[in-house]
Structure formats: C-alpha cells, structure tokens
C-alpha cells in the first residue's frame, strides 16, 4: 500500500467518525432538549415528527429554531389526541416550560389552525418574505390574533374579549377557536360577532369537535 493510499484511507476513517460524533452528539442535544417531557412513549412520537411532511413545509418559513420545537409538540399533540392522559400530560408540560403562550402555539398548530392561516396567507401571496414575516408574527403574537375558548367561558365574556383584542391591535386575521366541550360556546358567538364586525369577513372551520371562526379584513366599499 502506497504512502497516498494510507493517506486516503486515514482521511476518510477520520471524516467516517467524525459524521458518527456529529450525529451521536446531535442526537445527545435532541434527547436533552426532550428530557422535560419525561414520558417514553410520549418523546418518540415527539421525535417521528422531525420528518413528517408537514414539520417540513414549516422549517422552509419558521427560522426561529425554540419556536419550530414548539411547532413540533404540537403536531405531537394533534398524535396524542386519542391519548388523553398523554395529551393532558403533555399540555402540562409544555405549559411549566413555555407557559400560556407556548401552550397556545402547540394548539394553534394542534388543531390544524395553522395550516388553514396560511392558506389564507397563500390566497393573498405577495412576497415570499411577507408570507415568512406574516407566520412568524401571529406565532410571536398568538394573544393578539387568537382567542382560544374554554369549557368554562361565557358566550357574553368571549365577545367582549374578541371586541377588546380586535379594537386593540387591529389583526388583519382573528381566529376564534374552541375545541371539544367548548365548541358551543364559539359557535353561541357566532352571529353576534358578525353583526359588530362589519369589517371583516367569517370563515368557519368547523368539525365534530372544533368550531373555529377566522375573521379576514376587507376593505368595504
């Protein structure tokens, strides 16, 4: 064996391990960042959404890396809904560690509202950098864009909420959303929010157990 062929052959013994100590060391940092969730089961389905197709389609707009994780618990969320000791769990655990806006994020994407605002982003496409800009802004801002109802709320409490949000910060989308028990509840506002509203148009994504109200901005004529 020449002097080259040894060279060659260091060289790539040394390239081979240092992929091995990559991977062992980002898969070291992975199981770190997933030690909070402290369920087994619950971590592997955490983990078998980094290559789902939809975590793709966002990792091309979402640049902000705690934030995509958080993106990433929710479409854990969406997994663990006929779990509901593991989903409960979870929601827990991302509440201690992100509080209610990190919770908040996880069930904006959890139930599929994320998916349908960037539809309407889609719709109205300008720029590829608005579009990025838009997603980050509402994930950043979840208070001012989203109302997430609970089983507990008034329907009268719920429209002077949205009234309050929507007068304060002006949000050119207001999503309305409540799951389960308090899928009533939103849909009790319905007609009344529409009538105060006349500025915006309602879009309704609603399910066997979901009822959420997308209010767009129009300019009316």
Known sequence: MTSEEIAKGITKGVLEWSAEMLTSFIQKLNDKKLAFIQEKKTIEIVKEQYNSGELK????????????FVV????????????????NNLQDKIFTKYKVSGLHIAQFVQNGILNRYIGILIDKLTSIEDFKRDIENI???IE??????KSIDKPRDIIK???TI???????IFILSGVFSATKIVSDCKEELKT???DYDLEIMSGSDKEILFFKRVLKK
């Open 139 to 141: 994930l950043d801002n």
């Open 57 to 68: 389609f966002y990792q091309a707009y979402i640049e902000d890396k705690e934030m995509l």
């Open 196 to 198: 105060f509203l006349e």
């Open 72 to 87: 990433k618990l929710g479409l854990t969320l969406r997994r663990l809904e006929d779990d509901k000791d593991r989903l």
């Open 166 to 172: 929507i007068h304060s910060h002006s949000p050119s």
């Open 161 to 163: 909420q949205t009234l």
């Open 144 to 149: 001012k864009h989203v109302l997430f109802v």
